[in-house]
């Protein structure tokens, strides 16, 4: 059965050459897409946005201290992600706990560097 992403799904995916921890924010809307939000580790000395701050045990994939990169925010068509899990490019991991899940979704909203497009998307598709 092929793969869909779902609400509170997460996701490893490639970044930059990268694998990092993606949450996907909801199942797939109207349109076949889903709003997905990029984990990455925090850094001294380089930029960090400080509205979702993740440690170790808010998911099992954790290991460091991380951050939610709302600037580079994606809704991407489902179908694509769905494929690229089968194609193994993408790998399913742990779900999000409704409580670190409802940290991210709020960060959407409060982060200065949350693109407008990504605020009508989740409002529109009641994230």
């Known amino acids: 059965m092929p793969y869909s992403p779902y609400e509170m799904a997460g996701l ?8 990092h921890l993606f949450a996907v ?21 380089r930029y960090h946005d400080p ?4 440690n170790v045990g808010d ?3 954790i290991r460091h ?4 990169a709302y600037r580079i925010a994606e809704t991407p068509r489902a179908a694509h992600v769905g494929n690229m899990v089968d194609k193994k490019l993408f790998i399913p991991r742990d779900d999000w706990t ?7 979704a709020a ?3 409060n982060s200065d560097d949350t693109r407008g497009g990504i605020i009508k ?4 598709n009641n994230i």
């Open 25 to 45: 924010m909801n199942d797939p809307c109207p349109d076949g897409q889903c709003l997905v939000l990029m984990v990455t580790t925090l850094k001294a000395g």
């Open 51 to 54: 509205t979702c701050l993740l």
């Open 107 to 109: 960060g959407i909203y």
């Open 12 to 19: 490893l995916m490639p970044y930059n050459d990268a694998p």
């Open 65 to 68: 201290p991380s951050w939610i």
């Open 121 to 124: 998307y989740a409002n529109a």
């Open 98 to 104: 409704p409580a670190v899940f409802n940290r991210l």
């Open 59 to 61: 998911h099992p994939f």
